[in-house]
């Protein structure tokens, strides 16, 4: 069965968690609409009220808010959700899903409204770090298991430009 994918952003230290759930276990959220409230329970986050922002569908097409049902329409858009203008007034149309959450639903987008008892980055894992901090992280864990070898220092030879000859 497809599974229900949930960023849950939280306001205060504007940090995003991910959250994957199979469609049974979150099937009290079918039928709600985008600025629809529900309880966290339903995710497992007890004490939390949670406010439902967008979405996009399992093709990739975003929910908008004018959009009335679950359906995927083609509409006349003049910006965000789903169209991102380049000029001043222009207009294009493009495909989006409605702001209803049903069972061709992929993503639901969330953000906290009332927080719980236990703080989100308990409860839900946070997401993986960039490449590039892995990278320096690696580096310094090198650094730290081989220790520095000490080096001796050979006397130097000098080698001038000039030579000694020995007389026989």
């Known amino acids: 069965m497809a599974s229900f994918k949930f960023v849950i952003s939280d306001p205060e230290t504007r940090k995003s968690y991910q ?9 009290g959220l079918i039928g709600k609409k985008i600025n629809d409230d529900f309880d966290g329970d339903l995710l497992g986050l007890s004490g939390y009220t949670l406010k439902i922002t967008g979405g996009s569908d399992k093709d990739g097409f975003p929910m908008h808010h004018l959009v009335q049902g679950s359906v995927r329409k083609r509409v006349l858009l003049s910006g965000l959700p789903g169209f991102h203008t380049e000029k001043k007034g222009e207009r294009k149309r ?14 639901v987008n ?46 130097k030879e000098k080698s001038g430009g000039e030579e000694t000859k020995k007389e026989s």
């Open 94 to 107: 493009k495909t989006v899903r409605g702001n209803t959450i049903s069972a061709d639903i992929a993503q």
């Open 19 to 27: 959250l994957e759930l199979d469609q049974t276990k979150a099937s």
């Open 110 to 155: 969330a953000k906290v409204v009332k927080k719980g008892i236990k703080p989100l980055e308990e409860i839900l894992p946070s997401k993986p770090k960039p490449k590039e901090e892995k990278k320096e992280e690696k580096k310094e864990e090198k650094q730290k298991e081989e220790p520095k070898k000490e080096v001796e220092e050979k006397p």
